[in-house]
Nanobody
Framework: QVQLVESGGGLVQAGGSLRVSCAAS????????MGWFRQALGKEREFVAS????????YYADSVKGRFTISRDNAKNTVYLQMNSLKPEDTAVYYC???????WGPGSQSSYKYHNWGQGTQVTVSS
């Protein structure tokens, strides 16, 4: 198991930027595929971005492509989500997820592939 703690959420105006972080502990961080998901009020959880173990490959949801960037620092056991050009529709609770056994590929976009989740951090974008 790995423990995940998100931070960096908050309130930002449309067009602004925010970076959320997820600190991992308990296992070798570099052995985990990492993902970011989000859930808006009254909606299902949806994929945002994922990154492979080395940080060299990523996937993005179409809705955030070109605006969001996922990255990781294996020395700091942390994964980041840099969010630029934020829109009100980006308002959601953002969750960090990790999985040690998953093979890297498009499956990293599926929430059921992840066995470790953080508690979430609220991001609110005002218009």
């Amino acid at each position: 198991q790995v423990q995940l703690v998100e931070s960096g959420g908050g309130l930002v105006q449309a067009g602004g930027s925010l970076r959320v972080s997820c600190a991992a502990s308990g296992r070798t961080f570099s052995s985990f595929v990492m993902g970011w998901f989000r859930q808006a009020l009254g909606k299902e959880r949806e994929f945002v971005a994922s990154i492979n173990r080395s940080g060299g490959n990523t996937y993005y949801a179409d809705s955030v492509k070109g605006r969001f960037t996922i990255s990781r620092d294996n020395a700091k056991n942390t994964v980041y989500l840099q969010m630029n050009s934020l829109k009100p529709e980006d308002t959601a609770v953002y969750y960090c997820a990790a999985d040690e056994t998953m093979g890297w590929g498009p499956g990293s976009q599926s929430s059921y592939k992840y066995h470790n989740w953080g508690q979430g951090t609220q991001v609110t974008v005002s218009s």
